[in-house]
């Protein structure tokens, strides 16, 4: 009934909390467009080809945790903006005389640059990324690209510039006004979980701004709030991103 219907899906695992599905559904009936958008749940990245050949109307995909790095070689080319961070989270699929290529790009750095602008403040020129993920690469490319100087903190120090959880103390808090939470620690249905950072070391300069947005106020935003840091979650960016990806698969580039 829908052969000529163009597809676009959301490939990651798990996909429970999936903001893009009902995102691209409400925008396809708004605007009268003849397109799909489903889920694709892959427990392993192996089976992306089994994917791509068992759809061909596939026209876009979405990439999230945790496959925004892991499918970057099943791709034919890949965005420069994309290659340096290191991490997809679009794919457009490109008709080349017959042959479907694969592009990716990164949108997620457009989302979070043109969300957090416009709070950000002279003396917000050094960052805190809390997780090492594919979004947590996105983030860091941002920031770099507004001038300000980013630090990873994660788990385990894979490298020399990353700081632990643990390291963090007063002077670090103080001298970083931007705090990025890229993990998942809040996120739906584990809302009792946050980022284990010293928030009493918190002012009201800081902003610290949640890539989550389900729930809408996460732990870590709260725990902020109660020490006068500014907060943001990430409705606006996942909106932002999702505006960006259209344009890249409706567009004649790329």
Known sequence: MHDNRKIYGLIGFPLGHSFSKDFFARKFRDE???????????????????????????????????????VIPYLHSIDPIAE???????????????????NGFNSDVIGFTNSIKPLLKPDHDKALVLGAGGASKAVVFGLKSMGIVPTIVSRSKTTSDYLTYHELDKEIIKNHKIIVNTTPLGMFPKIDESPDIPYRFLTENHLCYDLIYNPEETLFMK???????????????LILQALAAWDIWTNKTG
């Not at 009268?32 to 759809?55: D, K, M, T, V, W």
């Not at 006068?228 to 990430?234: I, P, Y």
């Open 223 to 237: 725990k902020a709030q109660s020490f006068g840091a500014q907060t943001k979650n990430g409705l606006e960016m």
């Open 84 to 102: 340096k961070i290191g991490a997809v989270n679009v794919i457009k699929f490109h008709n080349d005389n017959g042959i479907i290529k694969l």
């Open 32 to 70: 009268n467009i003849n397109a799909e958008y489903r889920n694709f749940p892959l427990e392993n990245i192996s089976q992306f080809c089994s994917l791509i050949a068992g759809e061909e109307n596939l026209r876009g995909l979405n990439v999230t945790i945790p496959y925004k790095s892991a």
